[in-house]
């Protein structure tokens, strides 16, 4: 048979298929350059701790607001705290609580999306419509009133960021759901008589997963956004935690005169978050997803 | 047709009215209330008396809600704590100001991510597509606060420009306001105007796809008629809603701007009764600000209602 | 020569692989068009037919490039052409009748303007003259009331309307050339016969070329004077129309002539083995070696070239035609299938009434149905152990409806479906128990959409297994691999996904997931209609085969009467969800004696140019099935009077066995035939 020259592809495993898929991703020059800043930072975030050349909280009048030197690389702060060795840890809390933050948020926004999806009718409207009442409270409201009102703890900050990030989610996996239930490959399974639990995870999830995965981990760069946005606020990491949202905010009242201490965190916090939006719009073309035409909500 | 505009405007007001049952219900069960996480460590005795009788917390939570329900459908939305006066007369100016931020931002975004994202789409793949998606990733994905920032440290510090900071009374005439609103609008608009151009863009690509368009090539239609005609009437039709959700979700960044520039407006004022633990203001902003992206929303669905020629003659369907 | 309108020389495109390499879906085409002369293209899905038509206007598809050769017209290369010069002969000197014209049509534009825009650019009419012009071009193409038709919008006309919308817009620059896309594809089996002899009559009326693609050869012979065959993106035979139709010279049309089913014909077809290769996957030797019964070593190794024969005017690739030259397609024989139904009854339908009506809120209380005029009614069948029966009708005619009722997934609001003599089973899936889900099996149109993408077809053919029989381990693999050899397909498709596979080998897997259930009854849902022509007639013999092996029964739902005529032993014919006629299809199809039967029979295009379709009914779509009288009332053309409005016509017995609902006598009936 002449047509085994292109259809060798076989049933592979889900090593070999993720290693295909970031293959294809960093293919692309943009994928490449996410995928490399993505890794640059997570390694960063591991080894930052020993690197580091000075003691991210030691504060030392005599050193405030140093210009950059061969001592201190990117100059000291107000403080006399040196700022390389609090850039480079400054990514470590903020990374650690997005992600898990976005795991819940696929977690909840995945599994009620495909639940509404499936079930259709008065309980998909009702549960819709509170998920709409919870998408038209603006976020940053709602984070602030939360955060404090049960403080800034991680315990606090991941499940709420989880929750509010994810309602975006329901939608995307509520739609791929109704999309997949009017295939025939579903009729076929309902006419065959299957469980609905069988049919759940053995026809809907392995075709509505990419879209949600995808969708996940853009919601990973927003939620970095407005993480980063709350510490801008005060509302984010306690101090003296290095966090490159409160570097900026403290760093900004001096600019004028001290600009390295501003412009090393904003470098810092830019880049992570073009790096994972970046990565995650190659991973969605990578599955052959376009969601270019979606809200970010 | 009018059936379909009244059923919208309903479900508009049924999400409020769950809004205002979860911000009611949010702050009732979390810890405290607004007594005591107003008054913090002096809440006992009198003074947590007082303030109990003020805000009428001895009644129970239900008739509380109806009460405050009720007033707030009149626009009473009580009294502050902080501000020590009807939060209604704290929010009169502050609407206002907000207002002139966001439409402005608005205003000027639209057009622009119009044209970006067409041009963006006509010339697919080519330079001025990669050139301008490359910029508007960067406009997309920096939060307010850093643009912001930079936007301050280059045209404000360093070039001396425009006022970074806006050290204004609240309630200015516009004119005075306006060189001071400058660097907050273009903040706000540049990632307003980054995400809506994508939207833009994608749509154009996949209305140029269409077999429609291909079939007016090969009538011969000339290609600028063709892309009047032909493409954007159908590509733009389909993004007013995206475009709605993404500035209605942008709205939130207002917030964070508004306290980069210390400017007078509704995001700051969240911040500051959060930070004075005024959760009867809280409560207002809240329904304030949802109905704000209630009617945005509402907006543009009608205006796709009215402008869809299928939705036009569609009799009620399911 | 100045008879030449358009010039194809050495043609050829292709796109650029992931890879990077260069890959072919024209491959080097010369052929030429003539002033007044209808050139049929015909072609399978992937043989570069609509690339060509296209490649003719000077357009070429997004991610497709030239890579050698030209179109000219009028002496200039139309694909180097400048665009605003292109402007200029598009839709005026030739102009493209799509095949979608639904999709083809700019929804936020109105009929008129759409005619207006072609007229403007075209033509030197003022705003009055172009406003009666675009009334008269409504007129020609036979859309009522013109007037109104130009003030909609394209969703609000029928399928067949927006075609002959189509039509309108490219005779409004006078063009001299017309292209047309598939323009009859996916119109019901009636509007497909008005609307191309509309496009005889305007051929002839206006003396334009015309350059006809089409995959179904039936359409083909219809309208043209000559006929190019392309497989995989070459020319393999052209030639003049009857010369090509009755004698074809080249095995892939030998072949696939012998492959379509003829209603003159009972029986199953001979089948074509194998499908047509992906673009870029033949390397050298003939394209259509692997699948051809005259192949030796040279068309292995060496490609033929396009080879002129004077003596019989045509153009053929191939080494050995002239093995072909004498032989005649007349000689065709079909494999008469056996009829082995049994008297047992295996399932009855009787007074079955399905509705789509949205149920009020006090039937959904009382979990009833409540619509006095439903969309399928008083259907009742008995159909037997054995037997093939086929559900036949335009679309609308509610033969899916019934399908979905008897799998269950539709609930019907009266009537009994009785398995086996004595069981009922009910419509509702929930009330069935495992056992009454297994012995009825279904089979769906597009194998694309009922295989999940995202399993083997390992997985595909095990679930029933798993599920109906608690199949593990070994057992259940030496099943699958034996229900893979069934329907004819190797064991290493096991670890394949439904992507990797062909149309034809999709349908395969398909069929071997609905055997895997050990089923009684098997229902198709136009099982063929996705699947390419040469491919079609091998399914259908699995089928077959199958069938006669296993003892199956088969509910075989088609709009294709021809495919309904080779495979089935009955045929119901269904109007608006009402039953006309039920009865052996022998009888059914020799003496069609419902006038809708009659009706549909007439329009069916047979690919041999001296058999006309007759046009008995206009191809009007009715909405609703009539509240009284006879369902087919609104197209009748011999209607006998009020009686027709007013009752529904009562059952009439053929000697035969043929069951017609009609008013009309059963002996006037079938006089009008004779």
Known sequence: MKLDNIYKEEKKSAFAKLSEIIITMASRPSGLIGLSILVFHIILAFISPYIAPHDFKAIDPTLMLQAPSAEYWFGTDDLGRDVFTRTILGGRTALTITFFGSLIALLWGGLLGIFCGLVGGKIDDVVMRIVDAFLSIPWILAMLLIVSLLGTSTEVLIPALGFFYGKGIVRVARAATHDVIAKDFIVSARARGHSNFSIIWNEIIPNVRDAILVEGAMRWSWMLLGFSSLSFLGFGVSPPTPDWGLMISNARGLMSFAYWAVIAPIVGLSSLIIGINLTADAFAKALGIDRSTKAPV | ?318 | MTDIIQKVKNLSIGFRSKKGEEILILKNISTNIKKGETVGIVGESGSGKSTLALAMMGYVKHGLYTIGGECQFNSSNLLRMKSKDLEKIRGRKIAMIPQNAGQALTPNLKIGYQIDEALQLHSDLDEKEREKKISELLNKVRLPSPETIALRYPHELSGGQQQRVAVAMALAGTPDLLLLDEPTTGLDVTTQAHVLELLNFIAKDTGTSMVYVSHDLGAIAQVSDRIIVMYSGEIVLEGPSRDILKRPIHPYTHGLLKSIPKLSLAGLPESMPGSQPQPGTIQSGCSFFDRCNFSDENCKNNSPKLEFLKNLNTSVRCFNYEKLVNESQASQTFNKIKNKSQDKEILNLSEVSISYAKQKLLDQIFNRISDDNPTVKDININIKKGETIALVGESGSGKSTILKSIAGLLRTKDGLIRFDENRNLSSDLKERDPNDLRIIQLIFQNPDESLNPNHTVEEIIAQPLKLYFGLKGEELKKNIIDLLQKVRLGEFYTSRYPRQLSGGEKQRVAVARAFAAKPDIILCDEVTSALDVSVQAAVLNLLQQLKEDFGTTYIFVSHDLAVVRAISDRVAVLYQGRLCEVGPSNDVYKFPSHPYTEVLLGAVLEPDPDIKPKLVAEDIVEERPPEKGCSFQGRCSRIVGDICKKEIPPWQLTDSGNAIRCHIPIKELQKEQF
């Open chain 2, 1 to 318: 047709m009018i059936f379909l505009i009244i059923k919208r405007i309903l479900l508009g007001f049924i999400t409020l009215f769950i809004v205002s049952i979860i911000t009611f219900v949010g702050t009732e069960v979390l810890p405290g209330d607004a007594c005591t996480t107003y008054l913090e460590r002096q809440a006992f005795g009198e003074q947590l008396e007082a303030c109990y009788r003020r805000l009428g917390l001895n009644v129970p939570a239900y008739e509380r809600y109806v009460s405050w329900a009720l007033n707030a459908i009149q626009g009473d939305f009580g009294y502050s704590l902080s501000g020590e006066m009807p939060i209604k007369d704290v929010l009169g100016p502050r609407i206002k100001n907000s207002l002139v931020l966001a439409s402005a931002a608005i205003f000027i975004g639209i057009p622009i991510a119009l044209i970006l994202g067409i041009i963006t789409a006509l010339w697919r793949d080519k330079l001025p597509d990669v050139a301008i998606s490359t910029v508007t990733i960067f406009a997309m994905t920096i939060p307010e606060f850093i643009s912001a920032t930079l936007l301050i440290l280059i045209i404000a510090i360093w070039l001396e420009w425009l006022p970074g900071i806006v050290i204004v009374p609240t309630d200015v005439s516009f004119l005075e306001l306006l060189p001071n609103i400058i660097l907050p609008v273009v903040a706000i608009a540049m990632i307003m105007t980054a995400h809506m151009a994508r939207m833009v863009r994608s749509s154009v690509i996949q209305v140029m796809a269409s077999e429609y368009v291909q079939m007016a090539i090969l009538k011969g239609v000339p290609y600028w008629k063709m892309v009047f005609k032909h493409v954007l009437p159908n590509a733009l039709l389909p993004a007013i809603n995206v475009v709605a959700l993404t500035i209605a979700w942008l709205l939130g960044g207002v917030v964070v701007t508004e306290v980069v520039f210390n400017y007078p407006g509704l995001g700051r004022l969240v911040i500051e009764s959060i930070s004075n633990r005024d959760l009867p203001t809280v409560q207002a902003l809240a329904i304030i600000l949802a109905s704000i992206y209630v009617s945005i929303n509402l907006l543009a669905d009608l205006l796709t209602l009215m402008l869809n020629p299928r939705l036009k003659t569609l009799q009620i369907r399911k």
